[in-house]
């Protein structure tokens, strides 16, 4: 690791885990300028014999630089001195990282062996140039039927899940990992407390595909200026296994608004005024250059990113889901347990139904909600004691069933099995000529038992 000559010992404050350094110009013999997101040690002069405190650049004034300090200054007095290693915070990558799990610092935290020897890359850097993107075409399969069938996840896509604290979203989001057809699979969990952490290992080792994911883990306890490195630790090695071994990567992230209250937390310490509920001035561009890695890369492979948005108070106006909404391509609804097909919405899906996916999708896709819709109305009749007709029985049986058969996050179905469910539970409740599909279709997959 190569370190800068000159260590600056002038400590102008501490706030917080925030360290202010005096920096004169730039000494002759340097070996670069101190830069945005470089990496310093923090040598407590008073005890030598005590590890250096690693910090990062967070901002360049005039004649100073403010540095967060990752494990937090308990113990560091204003007699220390800081070197500045010359580059910004790296992560390992190699084949070997696979089936591993590290901490928000990069750090192995499951008791396997040091990666010490591996190559080291920086995070953070630029999105990809937008020639080298190719459209989306691709479908990733969950074998989750409401976004299998209904809201198609495509290869290159950004898009989060919107929850509420409480929600099930960390199990449909391991659910998801487990099942999903990607080559490699990259988690990144911020602000988790330890049994989530282990809730997400376990079950990629049940579901027998650790081998081909990597976890990057902030627990609730680590410091929080590591909360805000695991988004790009994570993407910077789901960029490099995509585009230098062409693999197809499924980002997962939880939670992204707990990296927006690390930022906020961080702002807060650095006295910036605060914009929306506190949140800092640029939360739009801080979000977008993490979302914005997604990307199918020409020749290459391809970056998927899928996280999870917790909205405070069931507020999609929340600066956090609402900044997230101009970024990402649609979203998942995770309400009362269900994915909600009526809050959800996939943009890119009509870029695979159809084309890459079985002849009768978006038949049966349209069909299925149209026939949800009505049962919903009809529940509502229920609700308000008017008489319900025939119709109305079988739509609420039909309602009943489509809860049950897919709307349930714990059912895991490969997208043409799931397909199949749904003619087979739409010849329990209704006769051919009320589904006004396509003849052919109907004449092909409508269950014959129940014909005519």
């Known amino acids: 690791m190569t370190q800068l000559l000159v260590r600056y010992s002038r400590i102008l404050e501490i706030?917080?885990?925030?360290?202010?350094?005096?920096?004169?110009?730039?000494?002759?013999?340097?070996?670069?300028?101190?830069?945005?997101?470089d990496l310093a040690l923090i040598e407590n002069i008073l005890d030598p014999d005590q590890p250096p405190y690693m910090a990062q650049v967070i901002q360049l004034d005039d004649d100073s630089v403010s540095l967060q300090v990752f494990s937090g200054t308990k113990g560091l007095s204003t007699k220390a001195g800081v070197r500045f290693l010359g580059h910004p915070m790296q992560v390992t990558f190699s084949p070997n990282i696979l089936g591993r799990a590290f901490s928000g610092s990069g750090r192995p935290i499951d008791g396997?062996?040091?990666?010490?020897?591996?190559?080291?890359?920086?995070i953070d850097g630029p999105t990809v140039n937008p020639v080298r993107r190719i459209l989306a075409s691709r479908m990733i399969r969950?074998?989750?039927?409401?976004?299998d069938v209904f809201n198609s996840l495509v290869e290159s896509q950004k898009i989060p899940i919107f929850s509420v604290a409480g929600e099930p979203y960390n199990r449909l989001l391991a659910q998801i990992g487990a099942n999903a057809d990607a080559d490699v699979v990259v988690f990144g969990g911020i602000g988790l407390i330890f049994d989530d952490y282990h809730f997400f290992r376990r079950a990629f080792e049940e579901a027998g595909?650790?081998?081909?994911?990597?976890?990057?883990?902030?627990?609730g306890s680590d410091p929080v200026v590591e909360g805000l490195l695991v988004p790009d630790m994570a993407l910077a090695v789901a960029e490099r296994f995509a585009v230098e071994e062409g693999k197809r990567v499924l980002v997962l992230l939880t939670d992204m608004t707990a990296y927006a209250d690390a930022l906020k937390e961080v702002g807060i310490s650095m006295e910036h005024v605060p914009s929306n509920r506190g949140y800092i001035g640029d939360l739009y561009s801080q979000l977008a250059r993490r979302y914005e890695k997604a990307c199918d890369y020409k020749g290459a492979g391809s970056v998927t990113i899928l996280s999870v948005t917790t909205m405070p108070g069931d507020d999609v106006t929340h600066p956090v889901p609402d900044?997230?909404?101009y970024i990402t391509e649609g979203q998942f609804y995770l309400h009362n347990g269900v994915l909600d097909p009526f809050g959800s919405l996939s943009r890119l899906k009509q870029h695979v139904i159809g084309k890459v996916t079985r002849e009768d999708h978006g038949q049966i896709m349209n069909t299925m909600v149209r026939f949800y819709a009505e049962a919903r109305d009809a529940q509502q009749k229920q609700a308000m004691s008017f008489d319900l007709t025939e119709y109305d029985e079988r739509l609420l049986q039909f309602g009943a069933l489509f809860r049950d058969r897919f709307m349930d996050i714990g059912v895991s179905l490969p997208l043409e099995e799931a397909l199949d469910l749904c003619w087979q539970t739409l010849s329990e409740c209704f006769q051919p000529e009320e589904l006004l599909m396509k003849q052919q279709l109907v004449d092909k997959y409508f269950p014959q038992r129940q014909a005519g």
């Not at 004169?24 to 830069?35: F, R």
């Not at 595909?209 to 627990?219: D, E, I, K, Q, W």
């Open 323 to 325: 900044n997230t909404g």
């Open 112 to 122: 396997g062996p040091a990666l010490s020897e591996e190559a080291r890359i920086d």
């Open 15 to 37: 706030v917080g885990d925030i360290v202010r350094v005096h920096v004169p110009s730039p000494a002759e013999g340097d070996v670069s300028a101190i830069g945005f997101g």
């Open 142 to 147: 969950t074998n989750v039927p409401m976004i």
């Open 209 to 219: 595909v650790s081998a081909r994911t990597v976890t990057f883990a902030h627990l």
